[in-house]
T-cell receptor
Framework: GNSVTQMEGPVTLSEEAFLTINCTYT??????LFWYVQYPGEGLQLLLK?????DKGSNKGFEATYRKETTSFHLEKGSVQVSDSAVYFC??????????????FGKGTLLTVNP | DGGITQSPKYLFRKEGQNVTLSCEQN?????MYWYRQDPGQGLRLIYY???????QKGDIAEGYSVSREKKESFPLTVTSAQKNPTAFYLC???????????????FGSGTRLTVV
């Protein structure tokens, strides 16, 4: 089956620090990979995505590269801000050609950025 | 602006009561999903519907029921059979089922259900 394992939190950083949140996956097939962000009390928003190996997704200063050889999709940002404090979810979807389409999510990583 | 509207934002349920959570979208999306979120457990799929008048159980469907009579609406009923319903419930949609391989979900802002 499909599964996503992401770095357990919480992660606490100072403003302008470098961020890495690790994500690895197992999939039966060739997945697309996603990072979602959830701000306090809200739903999830798509942050970035990559649909094939070596693709780099990027948005709002965040980046993640689809590494097929290591089955990873680590999220990085060079300089975090207080406003980046949120829960981050890694997710995958596999187009198996069947009828059972759904995203598989990791458990989420809480990031807190202090001024 | 198009989007997903979930209501109410907060809901309190007494023991033994059924409650219904509303999810409405004006995005013309075919597929809709209900997830439950608990601290430290991420998102777990309750039910999903890929087309009107059809829906499938997800990973934790016991104690829940849904209907999909209209494309725009996918209400979730939490029945008295659900032993631990206190959680944050999220509704999501995508244009059609196979689109999720290329695009992300659109999520609503959630309903927080508490049993009192």
């Amino acid at each position: 089956g499909n599964s996503v394992t992401q770095m357990e939190g919480p992660v606490t950083l100072s403003e302008e620090a470098f961020l890495t949140i690790n994500c690895t996956y197992t999939a039966t097939g060739y997945p697309s990979l996603f990072w979602y962000v959830q701000y306090p009390g809200e739903g999830l928003q798509l942050l970035l995505k990559a649909t094939k190996a070596d693709d780099k997704g990027s948005n709002k200063g965040f980046e993640a590269t689809y590494r097929k050889e290591t089955t990873s999709f680590h999220l990085e940002k060079g300089s975090v801000q207080v406003s980046d404090s949120a829960v981050y979810f890694c997710a995958l979807s596999v187009d198996s050609g069947g009828s059972n389409y759904k995203l598989t999510f990791g458990k989420g990583t809480l990031l807190t950025v202090n001024p | 602006d198009g989007g997903i509207t979930q209501s109410p934002k907060y809901l309190f349920r007494k023991e033994g009561q059924n409650v219904t959570l509303s999810c409405e979208q004006n995005l013309n999306h075919d597929a809709m999903y209900w997830y439950r979120q608990d601290p430290g457990q991420g998102l777990r799929l309750i039910y999903y519907s890929q087309i009107v008048n059809d829906f499938q159980k997800g990973d934790i469907a016991e104690g829940y029921s849904v209907s999909r009579e209209k494309k725009e609406s996918f209400p979730l009923t939490v029945t008295s059979a659900q032993k631990n319903p206190t959680a944050f419930y999220l509704c999501a949609s995508i244009p059609h089922p196979r689109a999720q391989h290329r695009t992300g979900y659109t999520f609503g802002s959630g309903t927080r259900l508490t049993v009192v």
